[in-house]
């Protein structure tokens, strides 16, 4: 990683300044579309912190070896919080250019709750929720594999709630509600499975690339990946049945939400959102030898992250009449992407210098 | 994946140390091979089969009679018995949960409690199993469900969840008593071994299949038991997940919850979880088991119950929020109904008892009363019966017409028929408790060994 280091920072920050290049480009000759495109860029990379501190607050409960191998990612993870969740405003200054409902029509019966200044309050509450809990996560007395003090336990599970509850109504409140009257309840959990599978192949994704643990700890990407297989099922779970579910009632007001995104124009998002983010992993993961090597586990994360994309323009494109063009959504990916690795990388060589020379990143102390 | 389950409790070992191989084997086998069962057994027994047979009478009358002698009438043409089916195979599936999935996760304080589990999921299957039976109106004719040709032409209804329900019942509780049997083997053999009547050694024996313990069959075994673990627990999300589509499927106002699956799994989790709490803890006392099932067990399940209860209060947000949030006034309507209306007693409680109350469990000395355990788990267990009655019931109550509305009142034979299944679940599982090894001993002797080693 130290060796890598360098070169992925200096890569980081090119496509950043690529990307920057092409917003620029993109918001002077169409802001709308380019507000379309960022709010897309914005979900896909809020999930790298999202999972990093859920995945830390979830071991600080449960337990679990494997965190010796995944903590210095699972923190450089949530270090990206305060970008990711500021990353929004860009998108929301421009609020009557993405949802419908700040100007609604006089029978919307939920503008109590999709108005402009209550959606900023709520957005101003995640956000500093969400950066309370990753401090929680970077600076509570941690050490290895093992979870934080039993004392403190509660305020985990507390944040584990919180945590939950926000990123749900954050779910309705910037992706359900660009079509302000539908309503699925089955959304927010598959939103949120979505975000953690997002964050969870990161992490996977970077420990294979570059410090692919050896002896007994390759249990622990065994383990690692059995969370990602599960959590990949429950995402295809929760979104099947929601599909069979509003495909079978047919009803005016929740079918029209997937005749949208069934269109052909959309077809291989949908193909790639399945494909890379269910199929694949499921049908590789499941065999006990692939979790163990480094070279398939690597490959089914960067499939699983490609199909996050897909999924999240599928969740948000299909709504606007005109959607941003393809160049422009790559821009700001790379844009908020490149930033977000820069920070990400910066943050592992940092924890890096803590540890004592010659040892592995893995066995340094943290919190 | 190691659990710390028990950090905070470092005093309470899986299995207490002075527990051997053999005095296990004796411990549990010597509650079945026991002459005469203590009186508490008979007790237990003697209250369970009457109210079995208040169960028999029920039907009796019922097929007799038919399905007017229940409170249903239409508008409300699924009463107690529909929802008694969702709550029963909630307690069963809560078995399968505890054996199969936490086979799956390697977590140390199954090994104990699988059997009582998986006896409660036998148990609590035939129970559900009854009441669309019962339900049918003409119980003889249930055979139309299968898909067999025949002359009329008859074919069910492939596009059905109602259907698809039926099909996943009927490969559940096959699967679960083929799963319990492989599990209990071993154990079979052991009883056969220890007995010393000729009858008990030939009927154990017959069960037992010719179990000598060669590294080959327990090879065999073993395999064949992870692979069965690796079905039922999908299996288990299907079968609960299409019980949610029985009702999500429907147009009804406050049936169509696209969350319904995961959300009848949650209350699978808790409410299964809650009665296997309650056995085990009477298990525990009335065969003297304080050195297999310890602090460790309760603790652990006690977490698994506040987990399901977390989610459950998630699920809960949506039921609520949805129907406010959303552009469906029936559905409104009926959500107000349900909350504030008739059924608003059971309503609130139920989220008290289900919800509220099990928030006790975060603290540690509450996971440790197996006092609290048992009162808490009682609750729970009458909160989701209660759920189960409220959404059935108050959904078709308040369907789109309000000129179309009605009330739903049980009759005498609606409770005969929910006390005589207690009687049913609770004869089945003392029968389990007399005649078969209540405990794992085949799994308890590998957790003694891992204990030694440490």
């Known amino acids: 990683m130290r060796r890598n280091a360098n070169w992925i920072e200096l890569t980081a920050a090119a496509f950043c300044m690529i990307g920057a290049v092409g917003c620029v480009i993109g918001a002077t000759s169409d802001s709308t579309a380019f507000l379309r495109a960022w709010l897309c860029s914005y979900l896909f990379w809020l999930g790298l912190p999202l999972a990093g501190v859920t995945l830390v607050l979830v071991h600080d409960l449960s337990g679990g070896d494997w965190m010796a191998t995944a903590r210095p990612v699972l923190d450089a993870a949530t270090a990206t919080m305060p970008l990711a969740s500021l990353a929004g405003i860009p998108a929301f200054v421009g609020l009557n250019s993405l949802y419908a409902w700040t100007h609604p029509p006089p029978d919307l019966g939920n503008a109590f709750y999709l108005n402009p200044s209550d959606f900023f309050l709520r957005y101003g509450t995640y956000v500093a929720l969400w950066n309370l809990l990753a401090a929680f996560v970077l600076w509570g007395p941690r050490r290895g594999n093992s979870p934080i003090r039993s004392g403190l336990s509660w305020i985990s599970g507390v944040g584990l709630i919180a945590l939950g509850f926000s990123a749900s109504f954050a779910a309705i409140d910037w992706i359900m509600s660009l079509e302000p009257t539908f309503w699925s309840s089955a959304f927010t959990y598959a939103q949120g499975a979505s975000w953690f599978n997002t964050g969870m192949a990161a992490v996977l994704l970077t420990i294979a690339l570059f410090e692919w643990p050896s002896g007994e700890r390759r249990q622990h990407m065994s383990d690692l990946s059995k969370i990602l297989l599960a959590t990949t099922i429950f995402w295809a779970y929760v979104e099947f049945i929601q599909f069979l579910i509003i495909w079978e009632e047919n009803l005016r007001l929740e079918i029209p939400w997937y005749l949208k995104r069934l269109h052909p124009v959309w077809r291989p998002a949908i193909y790639v959102s399945a494909g890379l983010g269910f199929i694949i992993p499921f049908c590789v993961l499941l065999w006990a030898p692939s979790k163990r090597n480094r070279a398939v586990v690597g490959t089914v994360c960067a499939g699983v992250l490609v199909s996050r994309l897909a999924n999240t323009w599928l969740q948000v494109k299909p709504e606007f009449t005109e959607p941003p063009p393809f160049w422009l959504d790559v821009a700001t990916v790379l844009a908020l992407g490149g930033a977000m690795v820069l920070l990400f990388a910066s943050f592992l060589r940092w924890a890096h210098r803590l540890a004592p020379a010659e040892a592995p990143i893995w066995t340094a102390d943290h919190g | ?454």
């Not at chain 2, 492939?158 to 083929?178: E, G, N, Q, T």
């Not at chain 2, 009804?252 to 085990?280: C, E, K, R």
């Not at chain 2, 309760?298 to 399901?308: D, R, S």
Request: aromatic residues 16%; proline residues 5%; neutral net charge.
């Open chain 2, 1 to 454: 994946m190691a659990m710390t389950l028990t950090s905070e409790l470092p005093a309470a070992p899986v299995v207490a140390p002075d527990v051997t191989l053999a005095s296990l084997s004796e411990q549990v086998s010597g509650r079945v091979l026991m002459d005469r069962a203590p009186l508490w057994w008979w007790a237990g027994f003697g209250f369970s089969f009457t109210l079995f047979t208040l169960l028999v009478i029920q039907m009796a009358w019922l097929f007799v009679n038919g399905i007017g002698v229940w409170g249903v009438e239409i508008p409300v043409a699924w009463g107690l018995a529909i929802a008694e089916y969702v709550w029963w195979i909630a307690l069963a599936s809560g078995g399968t949960i505890v054996s199969a999935l936490f086979f799956l996760t390697r977590s140390p304080w199954r090994s104990a409690t699988n059997r009582i589990a998986e006896s409660m999921l036998l148990s609590a299957a035939p129970c559900a199993g009854l009441m669309p039976i019962m339900h049918l109106g003409r119980p003889g004719l249930f055979y139309w469900l299968f898909p067999y040709s025949t002359v009329m032409g008859v074919w069910p209804q492939a596009r059905s969840p109602l259907w698809w329900d039926f099909i996943c019942l009927i490969y559940y509780i096959l699967m679960s008593i083929m799963y319990y049997y492989t599990g209990i083997l071993p154990d079979l053999a052991t009883v056969r071994d220890l007995a010393r009547s000729r009858f008990k050694q030939i009927f154990y024996g017959v069960l037992a299949l010719g179990w000598r313990g060669s590294s080959e069959q327990w090879r065999n075994q073993r395999t064949v038991y992870a692979i069965m673990s690796a079905i039922m627990a999908p299996m288990v999300i299907s079968v609960h997940s299409v019980v949610g589509l029985d009702f999500a499927g429907g147009l009804t106002p406050g049936w169509h919850d696209t969350q319904f699956p995961p959300y009848f799994f949650f209350g699978a989790v808790i409410s299964g979880t809650a009665v296997i709490i309650m056995l085990t803890i009477v298990v525990r006392w009335g065969y003297g088991l304080q050195d297999v099932l310890t602090a460790y067990h309760f603790n652990a399940m006690a977490k698994i119950m506040l987990v399901g209860s977390v989610m459950l209060a998630y699920a809960y947000v949506w039921e609520a929020f949805g129907p406010i949030y959303g552009s469906d006034v029936a559905q409104k309507t009926e959500f107000f109904q349900r909350a504030f209306g008739f059924t608003a007693p059971a309503f609130w409680s139920e989220k008290i008892l289900t919800v509220v109350i099990p928030q006790l469990l975060w603290l540690p000395a509450v996971r440790r009363s197996r006092t609290l355990l048992f009162l808490i788990s009682g609750g729970i267990i009458v909160g989701m019966w209660q759920e189960r009655f409220v959404f059935t019931t108050s959904s078709l109550e308040h369907n789109y017409m309000p000129s179309y509305w009605g009330r739903y009142y049980p009759t005498f034979w609606d409770w005969a028929c929910l006390a005589g299944t207690i009687g049913l679940f609770l004869t089945l599982f003392f029968l389990f408790l007399r005649f078969a090894p209540i405990v794992s001993i085949a799994e308890m002797r590998e957790v003694i060994e891992e204990e030694r080693s440490k």
